[in-house]
């Protein structure tokens, strides 16, 4: 659809000049991304038709209005018209896709497109740093957020741990690993076009291979002597010194008489 529509100007519809093409494909495959997820079983809540299309405008744009207000500039989303129409139309291809009677949602489709669409945001996030003057390092802050808003907003509204904090198979260090990549080779000036394809490809392979190999984060370790609470929270052993059992009954810390005792777990 970006490709057929490349060379049309329409009004205040733009296509292509400024990286638009770059990011009309970035949001239109995150948009397909936000109705997918929204089916999957850790996500679903009974939307309705109208969420879906809003899951998809958020996972669409809201990588692209984040990384724009961060750098005091009125969102290209709500200047170019074609962002919010080719979101809302791969919103209803996601919505198709995933909710498509007798079909199971797919979960191979949404992890490649996900790979698929991560880079480009990336590469974006990067792009509009160094044209507003910022240093390397906020470079590539700005787009690990223009990469991974839309997810963390989506997350948010189906009331799950954004995927950013939990352990995943280097969903942030896909983006890192994209920014640095183009940044090197726009420093090497390599060209627009081929910048892009560098960075990409080195982005998108890192994280199918991730995918395929089940490489993760390490997670963080456990403190020692922590004791797990009735309703599993985590508490440190200081919290219990000098306080009786009455004390942490009363003060939550300590489950009631009627539940089971409260356990302690060796460090890790």
Not at 51 to 77: F, H, Q, S, W, Y
Not at 176 to 190: E, K, M, P, Q, S
Request: aromatic share 12%.
């Amino acid at each position: 659809m970006i490709a057929a529509a490349s060379g049309i100007h329409f009004g205040s519809w733009q296509f292509t000049g400024d990286y638009t093409t770059i990011d009309l494909i970035a949001a239109s495959t995150n948009a397909l991304n936000g109705a997918l997820l929204a089916r999957r079983p850790d996500h679903y809540h009974n939307f309705t038709r109208t969420g879906i299309i809003l899951m998809a405008l958020l996972g669409g744009l809201g990588g692209g209005v984040t990384r724009d207000v961060l750098l005091n500039k009125t969102p290209v989303a709500l200047l170019n018209p074609a962002f919010v129409t080719v979101c809302v139309a791969f919103g209803f291809i996601g919505y198709w896709a995933a909710f498509k009677s007798g079909q199971l949602f797919r979960e191979g489709l949404f992890q490649f497109l996900t790979a698929f669409s991560l880079p480009w945001y990336a590469i974006m996030g990067a792009s509009a740093a160094v044209t507003s003057h910022l240093p390397a390092l906020g470079a590539v802050g700005l787009a690990v957020v223009a990469s991974t808003a839309g997810r963390y907003y989506i997350d948010i509204t189906s009331g799950v741990p954004p995927k950013q904090f939990i352990r995943s198979e280097f969903f942030v260090a896909t983006a890192i690993l994209t920014a640095v990549v183009w940044l090197a080779c726009y420093g090497l000036h390599f060209g627009v076009w081929l910048s892009v394809g560098v960075a990409f490809a080195i982005g998108f392979t890192f994280r199918i291979v991730a995918l395929y190999r089940g490489w993760e984060e390490p997670l963080a370790h456990e403190p020692k002597g922590v004791v797990i609470h009735g309703d599993k929270r985590p508490l440190l052993g200081r919290k219990l010194e000098g306080k009786s059992k009455q004390e942490l009954r009363e003060l939550g810390l300590a489950p009631s008489t009627s539940s089971g005792p409260v356990t302690t777990k060796a460090g890790p």
